[in-house]
Every structure is written in structure tokens, then in C-alpha cells.
């Protein structure tokens, strides 16, 4: 069996108040994004609507299905939701995902190469994961995470499909990756981290992706991805992890934390330019 890439975007997740689904779908769909529904996942406790992108990743436009206050302290109910890696996160750009595996353990292979190269991060044994789409279709899926005090959100998790991927990511018919605003791809994710963490994070990375960075410099860090998709106008998209640049940068660090700080589009010539806000993250719209 050959080995599985783990250099795959998947999918990038953002965050909205407990049930505004509905509310986030209308904003990204003013912002010029086509927004698909998408459905509540196994347990209950999420809900989410999809925009998918002709490269074949996709946004996850995600909120809880109800604030942690409705359900009744020490229930297993509350627990669980507390326990969530998402239930303290600020809204906005929070997580993403890359490819993973249904067969292999990536969570195996990374921390092997970790070992290997004497890195920091660590991931946990591979659970099960799942979602039922508004029209009755059950998905499933093996979710390998990086370890609590591995950084989360710095760091992708992977998402397996145990049921076909197209279920999940319904890129057919082609025009539900057609949007208004001329979006084509993802150009870019850009995280935010800590001058001081620059190095570590580096390294955690290159044993997550398996190749050293393609460019390096004492602020800034990227690696070339790939898609699930094959590659739209203006090339295969970047991760980029970097120090503040500048004031506002480092005040949106000090505030949120470690994280994405930026996600990138592609897009037609003729079609958006410059900057958008979601109202919770950063958008930049780049010439595909």
C-alpha cells in the first residue's frame, strides 16, 4: 500500500455565534459565494453550510446548534459540548483540514516522521465522525486531530471519507462552485503565530506535510499544497505561517491567539479585488 499524502487541503472552517447558519450563509452569500446546505453532524450539537470551490476544497461555515448555557450543567450533554475543540474558539476563521485516509492511520505516519525528525507534534488515534445532510444522506468519516497541547488550528486536522467524498463535497452539478464573485480557489491560508514559536512550528509542520518549506525567511514560512481537484488558473495553493506584520496583525494575535488569520481566493480577471471581511475573518481576492 502506498503512502497517503498528507500535503492535501481539504476544507477550512469557519466559526459563527450558536445557530446563525442561516445568518453566516446569507453574509458569504453577499459576499459573492454560492452556499450550499449542508446538514447537522452525529451528535447533534453542529450544523453547517458548504461552499465548495472548483479546486475541490471546500468552506465549512459552521456554528453549535445551541449556546453551552442550554443544556444543564454537569449533563452529558454540556460535557460533551464543553469538551468540543471548537466550543472556546472566537468566531471567525478557526480550523482546517486536509485530506486524510480511511485505510491508513495518518496519525501513525505522522508521528513517526515527528519522531524521526525530533519534532513537537503529536497526533491522537484516529475517531469516527459523521454528518446527516438535509436530505436524509448519512456521511462518515475517520477524523485524525492533532494531539490537545499540539496546537489545534496551527496545525490541520484530516478528514478520511468513509463514504464517498463527492457525498460530503457535492461538487456535482459543476455550477455548485460557481459563484458570483468569480471565486475560483483557494490562493492561500495564512496563520499567525508567536515570534518566538516561529521555529517550532516549522518544524511540527514540515513532519505533518512531509516536505520542508519551499520558502523561509526569519518572519515568514510556506509550503505549496495540493488540491482534491485538479489545479485552477493561478496555481495550487500556499500555507503560509508567519510572525505579525503588522500592528493590527499582532493585536488580532494577542486577542485570538494563535490561528488563521487570512484565507485567500482566486478569481476571475475582471471579478473582486483587494479585501473582505466575513464579518469574523479576513478574506484577500487575488488574480487567478
Given amino acids: 500500500m502506498s503512502t497517503p499524502s498528507t500535503k492535501t487541503l481539504d476544507h477550512i472552517v469557519h466559526l459563527t455565534p450558536p445557530g446563525s447558519v442561516d445568518e453566516v450563509s446569507r453574509q458569504f452569500r453577499e459576499l459573492g459565494f454560492h452556499v450550499l446546505p449542508g446538514g447537522t453532524h452525529a451528535g447533534g450539537l453542529t450544523q453547517n453550510a458548504l461552499v465548495v470551490l472548483q479546486d475541490g476544497a471546500y468552506l465549512e461555515l459552521i456554528s ?3 449556546p ?3 443544556y444543564p450543567p454537569g449533563s452529558p450533554e454540556r460535557q460533551k459540548r464543553d469538551a468540543d475543540p471548537w466550543a472556546w474558539k472566537e468566531p471567525g476563521w478557526i480550523d482546517y483540514a486536509f485530506l486524510g485516509s480511511s485505510s491508513a492511520s495518518i496519525s501513525k505516519l505522522i508521528n513517526a516522521r515527528a519522531k524521526k525528525d525530533k519534532s513537537g507534534i503529536r497526533y491522537d488515534p484516529e475517531v469516527d ?3 446527516e445532510r438535509s436530505d436524509g444522506k448519512v456521511l462518515k468519516w475517520r477524523i485524525s486531530a492533532p494531539s490537545q497541547d499540539s496546537g489545534r488550528g ?7 471519507d468513509v463514504t464517498p467524498r463527492e457525498w460530503r463535497v457535492p461538487l456535482d452539478p459543476p455550477s455548485n462552485a460557481e459563484h458570483p ?3 475560483l480557489g483557494i490562493a492561500y491560508v495564512r ?4 515570534d518566538d514559536d516561529l521555529s517550532d512550528v516549522t518544524a511540527d509542520m514540515t513532519s505533518v506535510i512531509g516536505r520542508s518549506p519551499v520558502s523561509r525567511t526569519s518572519r515568514r514560512v510556506t509550503w505549496v499544497l495540493d488540491t482534491p481537484s485538479t489545479d485552477v488558473a493561478g496555481g495550487r495553493p500556499r500555507l503560509i505561517i508567519s510572525v505579525p506584520e503588522t500592528e493590527g496583525e499582532r493585536w488580532t494575535l494577542e486577542g485570538r491567539g494563535e490561528g488563521i488569520y487570512e484565507v485567500a481566493f482566486l478569481v476571475s480577471s475582471g471579478m473582486k479585488a483587494g479585501q473582505s471581511w466575513t464579518p469574523y475573518g479576513k478574506i484577500v481576492w487575488l488574480k487567478g
Fill in 64 to 66: 453549535f446548534t445551541h
Fill in 68 to 70: 453551552a448555557s442550554h
Fill in 129 to 131: 465522525g459523521g454528518r
Fill in 154 to 160: 496551527v496545525a490541520p486536522f484530516f478528514c478520511g
Fill in 181 to 183: 464573485s468569480g471565486v
Fill in 191 to 194: 496563520i499567525l503565530v508567536e
